[in-house]
């Protein structure tokens, strides 16, 4: 065997294509549409590498287009999610021994995998499967993922290189073991780049993985998984399940072998798995890693000072791109009366502009939600505030005849305690409450006071004084904190992204940080020429 300390390719940030009238790329994207439309794919679980086709097949339609038909999902139960665990378990031994280097290369190979040959069929199964524009596709779904895989393999080889230091006569160091167990990884159906990142993370850290899945997103789930294996992924180190949760918790909490679970979801579902996981503790052979990104009720603050137009645009991108489902979307703003008539005139003039509409349409800037339990959950909202006389300044519409289309809508709200600035809507829903300007400090204990949730927040501001007072009283109210821009577009390697509170484990996605929490470091200690005599020099006769 040949050896060498090996240093991956320095990592650099996917460059985001533009999909300009005439240019290249549109034309590509658009003939990848056209052809996952002409065709209704039937779509497997991956097991142990084999293609598992239960018969039990569900329907996959456009959250815009409900009348087409894109394919059908084979979804499993209890036997496919414990032949999982089997396949994981019996994959590990010659995963987690396998050289760092070779598991680093299969990651990097899909990376450059989805950033050429599979780049538009990834972004048209997300615009199709659930709803993206083509901007916020390729900023998820081509550059994002590129961005997990690349930046993760050199946070891995960061880890191994981090070394204790050693005294004379001995060599210290730290090995990072998988660890003992497999891994779940539940993944949501907003960002493709998160369901490809959860799975392969701790997978690159030498584990092996149970992967379910959001229903909503099996579709763009189906081309990852494409990737992953013609990238070399070996048999049985990531597997593909199509379950629903209650069953895959079941069989998953319950195994003595569960080593760590990678969530991204509800707050109240992960509480839950947290509850689940502790009633269990003393059945698991190790403590497993708990690490989950949650909810989020992201805050908007505006002082007298802040730039009207910079601060309308960031609200109207913050609150409605990609409808608003987005756990860093700006949710709730708190904006003072001085600069208010002006901001809302701003937001009204672009929301009198924005078309809503199919992802094929691509001057479209709002598409569809996801599906029609959202649907009622965001319209439920809506025309509660109606019942409670709240002023509706734009938006309140909404239709689901052909697909989940919800208006843009923002609320003011006379109380900033009402209920859409407390509870996470994920819809394009943007509450506002107006304050006098000689408030600013007292709006900010409002600000970290008034949600569970502490993941993304925004000041907008050109007084430095109170930018800074801002960032240190809302120090803990955001896990992610931004000056003069939105709360969302965190991008990989340059803001690691998660929050604490009711809005997750903030185990940061995107730095070294994540990375170390599917490791279990071993210490070793080696001494070269051991003494060999118990005696000290403290016990010799004076």
Not at 69 to 92: F, M
Not at 350 to 364: A, P, Q
Not at 425 to 443: A, M, T
Request: with cysteine.
């Amino acid at each position: 065997m040949n050896y060498g300390i090996f240093t991956i390719p320095e990592p650099k940030n996917e460059p985001v294509y533009g999909y300009a009238p005439g240019s290249k790329e549109r034309e590509l994207l658009k003939k990848a549409i056209q052809e996952l439309k002409s065709k209704e794919l039937d779509i497997p679980m991956f097991i142990g590498g084999e293609e598992v086709r239960t018969g039990n097949r569900k329907r996959i339609a456009p959250p815009h287009e409900l009348s087409h038909t894109l394919g059908y999902y084979h979804k499993g139960g209890r036997e496919e999610v414990e032949r999982a665990i089997r396949a994981a378990l019996n994959a590990k031994e010659l995963w987690e021994n396998m050289s760092w280097e070779h598991r680093a290369s299969i990651f990097l190979k899909a990376a450059e995998l989805i950033s050429s040959k599979y780049r538009y069929e990834l972004n048209a199964a997300t615009m199709l499967g659930q709803s993206k524009n083509v901007f916020q596709a390729e900023i998820d779904s081509a550059c994002e993922i590129i961005d997990f895989l690349r930046f993760n393999v050199k946070f891995m080889e960061q880890i191994y290189r981090e070394q204790p230091i050693s005294s004379a006569g001995i060599w210290n160091r730290v090995e990072h073991r998988a660890l003992e167990g497999f891994v779940f990884a539940l993944t949501p159906f907003n960002f493709t780049a998160i369901a490809g990142n959860l799975p392969t993370s701790p997978a690159m850290m030498g584990n092996c993985v149970v992967w379910k899945p959001a229903e909503t997103q099996i579709y763009s789930a189906h081309v990852l998984m494409k990737v992953f294996r013609e990238a070399g992924v070996p048999d049985g180190v990531i597997n593909l399940v199509f379950v629903d949760g209650p069953t895959a918790g079941e069989v998953i909490f319950a195994h003595p072998d569960f080593a760590g679970i990678h969530f991204t979801g509800g707050t109240s579902t992960f509480q839950r798995i947290w509850k689940t996981i502790g009633e269990n503790i003393a059945i698991y052979k190790t403590y497993p890693r708990i690490v989950g990104e949650t909810g989020g009720k992201d805050f908007v603050l505006a002082h007298h000072s802040a730039d009207t137009k910079a601060l309308a645009t960031a609200l109207i991108r913050g609150a409605f791109e990609y409808q608003g489902q987005k756990c860093s979307a700006a949710s709730r703003a708190y904006i003072p009366s001085s600069i208010w008539e002006e901001v809302k005139n701003y937001m009204l003039a672009d929301l009198k502009e924005i078309k809503m509409g199919s992802v094929e349409d691509f001057t479209c800037f709002i598409n569809a939600v996801i599906d029609e339990k959202s649907f009622d959950k965001i319209t439920g909202y809506i025309e509660q505030a109606k019942k409670d006389g709240v002023n509706i300044i734009a938006g309140g519409n909404y239709d689901k005849t052909k697909g989940f289309f919800i208006e843009p809508t923002i609320l003011q709200v006379q109380d900033p305690m009402y209920v859409t600035m407390q509870e996470e809507i994920f819809g394009p829903v943007l509450s506002v409450y107006v304050y006098q300007p000689e408030n600013f400090e007292d709006v900010l204990t409002l600000v970290d006071k008034t949600s569970p949730y502490a993941l993304t927040g925004a000041i907008f501001a050109q007084d430095r004084y109170a930018i800074d007072l801002a960032s240190k009283r809302l120090r803990h109210s955001a896990g992610n904190f931004y000056i003069n821009d939105k709360p969302t577009g965190a991008v990989v390697g340059q803001q690691p992204f998660g929050g604490a509170r009711a809005s997750g484990t903030n185990d940061k996605a995107g730095s070294m940080l994540n990375l170390l929490r599917w490791t279990s470091a071993r210490a070793i200690k080696e001494t070269f020429v051991p003494p060999t005599d118990y005696k000290y020099p403290f016990m010799a006769e004076s």
